[in-house]
Structures are given as C-alpha cells and as structure tokens.
C-alpha cells in the first residue's frame, strides 16, 4: 500500500519560515521523482517544487524561487520542503506528491496535504 504522509504545516507570520516533511511507503522510492504541490482556495493546485529521483536537478516556479528549497535522503525514504520568507501569498495545503515523470500534470501518488497559513 502506497502512503506519503506529511508533517510540519502550521501557522506562521510572514518573514517566517517552515519545514514540511513527507515519508513515503509502498513503493520504490529511489526510483521515483517527488515534489510539493500547494492549493489555495479557489485556486488551481499548483507545483511549488520537484526534485529528480537522482537528487541531481530540481524545478522551481517564480513565485517562490529563492525561498523554497526542496530535498530528499533516499536512504530515509523522505522528502523535505524548506520554506523562507514566507508571504501570505504562500497560504494553502501543501500536497505530497510522487511520479515515475513528475510533472504538473503527471502525478502517481498524492499525500493527503497539510495546511499552512501565513498572516500579515
């Protein structure tokens, strides 16, 4: 049974940072690229970072180039999203995400999401 499970949402001021965690289960982890997807409300989920199966390249949208930095330990089966400087902009549920060829559209397994909030 495949399961990623997220940790490490919350609260924060702006200017401030968090750490999501994601451990991964059921499936040949090392072989898979991982990434974050966020959703706020009333808006489109979108790709905030992916990181290659090889640990060698990893993507970043604009909005939080800079900012966010994403890793993985293969050997831990877990996948970490370090977030800085956050803005209230960055508020939503941050998603978990697996696939063979990650991409915005091509995901083989989704967490069920944790919730971070930024205020002003």
């Known amino acids: 049974q495949v399961r990623l499970v997220e940790s490490g949402g919350g609260s924060v001021q702006a200017g401030g940072s968090l750490r999501l965690s994601c451990a991964a289960s059921?499936?040949?982890?090392?072989?898979?690229?991982m990434g974050w997807f966020r959703q706020a409300p009333g808006k489109e989920r979108e790709l905030v970072a992916r990181?290659?199966?090889?640990?060698?390249?990893?993507y970043y949208p604009d909005s939080v180039k800079g900012r966010f930095t994403i890793s993985r330990v293969n050997a831990a089966n877990t996948v970490s999203l370090q977030m800085n400087s956050l803005k209230p902009d960055d508020t939503a549920v941050y998603y978990c995400?697996?696939?063979?060829?990650?991409?915005?559209?091509?995901?083989?397994?989704w967490g069920q999401g944790t919730q971070v909030t930024v205020s002003s």
């Open positions: 995400a697996a696939g063979r060829a990650l991409s915005t559209t091509v995901v083989d397994y």
């Open positions: 059921g499936f040949t982890f090392r072989s898979y690229d």
């Open positions: 990181i290659r199966w090889s640990g060698t390249s990893t």
